[in-house]
C-alpha cells in the first residue's frame, strides 16, 4: 500500500495536495516551505495503511482507533476505505480489513 500512496503523491496532484494539506493542518509553521511540507508528507504517507486497515499482531487483527478529535487524514482514511474521493485508488490498495475511528474523550 506504501508504494501505491507514494506513486499517487508523485503523480496524482489531487492527492498530493490533500496529502500536503493533511500536514499544514497539523504541523503550522511560517518557518517552512513547501519541500519541507513534501519530506514531512511521508510520515503521512507511511501511516496511512494503518489508518485505513489496522494493524495485525499475533494473528488478531486492531482495527479500532480511539482517538480524541477527528482530522483531515481521518476523513480520507474513511473516504478511501469507501471509494468516496479518488476511488481509482481504493480499487489498487484492495483493502481487506477497515480500521474505525471513533472520537473519544475524557
Known amino acids: 500500500m506504501v508504494s501505491i500512496f507514494y506513486d499517487e503523491f508523485k503523480n496524482n496532484a489531487e492527492f498530493n495536495n490533500e496529502i500536503i494539506g493533511i500536514v499544514k493542518e497539523s504541523i503550522k509553521s511560517d518557518k517552512l516551505n513547501e519541500i519541507d511540507y513534501e519530506r514531512l508528507a511521508i510520515y503521512v ?62
Do not use: M, W
Open 45 to 106: 504517507l507511511e501511516e496511512l495503511p494503518f489508518l485505513i486497515c489496522g494493524v495485525e499482531s499475533d494473528d488478531i487483527v486492531y482495527g479500532l482507533q480511539p482517538y480524541p478529535g477527528i482530522s483531515k487524514i481521518d476523513y480520507l482514511t474513511v473516504d478511501l476505505q469507501d471509494g468516496l474521493r479518488f476511488p481509482d485508488i481504493t480499487h489498487k490498495l484492495r483493502i481487506k480489513n477497515k480500521l474505525r475511528h471513533i472520537e473519544a474523550y475524557i
